[in-house]
């Protein structure tokens, strides 16, 4: 097979408005991953230019708190994707999210940088869920697990230019720089197609038509594809009014649980803690390397691995890159955990110091650990989130699993100094290590593979299929017939 037919884009006349599309759509992850990037740089700068007093309980909520306020964003994400749409959902949030961030640059006290780090919370998680959505709604099945990894890339653009960003400007004129960019993804999603399977859901089917073609290119015969889209919005219609029974039908209970957990796993791997703590990481392993660097390095490897997943997460697969994700993630996190084992039981005036022999492997297991986490549980949470969950229950299911991932987030962040303090660093990469082993356990048997299959298909699997071995999953999977159009 030749390099041009192995690219994702061989067929530019029908990817191209997706690509745009999906692009402006995951911008909000780049927004999310600026409001986390900017704690590292941010939170010393505030409290090196003595504007205002802060306790060490103010700086932990500071760093914190914008995951309490996606907490609930993304619980109330579902009623706006639901009456208005996922495109207008993403409209809306835009200009909120920037006055959140003008409010933090323009503060002149503690509560408005609080009030301020909430409501971009608030934002984030409002909007997370819409545009994953919203790119599972609007992607080809042969493009879908690409382009649903955009919004990974762009969360890890984020953190990086948060680093970056902080590394020149401080903490006031960085936020006013980054609320531009929210402005941006409005402007963007204002004149970008609505989600055809929304407009079906409205019983707009000639928008939604009209949509589709947009997304497919002019040329492209969208009717077979219309008219399975169709069928799936019917089904789900001709279903009624949700109840609470419903939740416990298997085609609905066993993706929510799976969908949860991924998203579960996903933070208790320790990443958030990582992500915002690194600084302090690094200079607890007593490494010279100086810690605006390592947050530099850790960020720009991020971007570079995930960009290189995306070429993967529609060869390998889902569950493929899950597996040994997290097998490396707990490898490195275990090694981690001995270093600082290691250095905290070894008196400092001993021959032999590990700070000094194994200086270099702290940064070498957390860079192999970044490595890992961005070739699998960085995207492929969210791209399992946006295909798995049945459409009649994607607005409500998606929020509420979102919603978790944020919450242990918070739990992660707020948790890990007063887990160094009482059970010591090599005790807390171990917890983070031993997750990732029973992650990969969870995986191996009941995580089916979605690969290239409609999302019709990957419905009508959970409605009749019992979630048993995973040989007996990927058979079926197998022997499903192939629908998707060659794109």
Known sequence: M???ERFYFRNPHKVIPQLFASVAAATGFLNTGMMRGWSSPGVPSLVESGQMELSTNDIS???????????????LAGYPMDKIGRRKTLVLVSPLFSAAWFLVGFASNKWMVLIGRTLMGLMSGMGNPA?????AECASPRVRGALGSFTAVLLGVGILLGYLFGGFLSWNDEAILIGFFPIFQGFCMYFAPSSPVWLLTKNRPEEAKEALQRFRGGETNIEAEFERILESASKNKDAGKITISDFFERSVFKPAVLSLMIMLLQQLSGFSAIIYYNATIFESTGSSLDRNVSSVIIGFLLVVCTVLSITLVDRAGRRLLLLTSSL???????????YFYVKENTATDESWNITHTLSWLPLACLMVYIIAFASGFNSVPFLILGEILPLRFRNVLGGISSGCNLLTGFAVVKMYPLLVKSIGSHGVFWIYAASCIFGSIF????????????IQEIEDFFCKLPMVEVEENQDMLRNTKNKQENV
């Not at 708190?65 to 619980?75: E, I, K, R």
């Not at 995986?443 to 409609?454: A, C, M, R, S, V």
């Open 2 to 4: 030749s390099f041009r």
């Open 61 to 75: 909520w500071i760093s914190s708190l914008p995951l309490v306020g996606a907490f609930v964003g993304s619980f």
């Open 131 to 135: 545009s994953q959505i919203y790119i």
């Open 328 to 338: 490396a993630m707990s490898l490195s996190l275990a090694s981690m955990g001995v």
């Open 443 to 454: 995986i191996y048997f009941f995580l089916p593979e979605t690969k290239g299959k409609t």
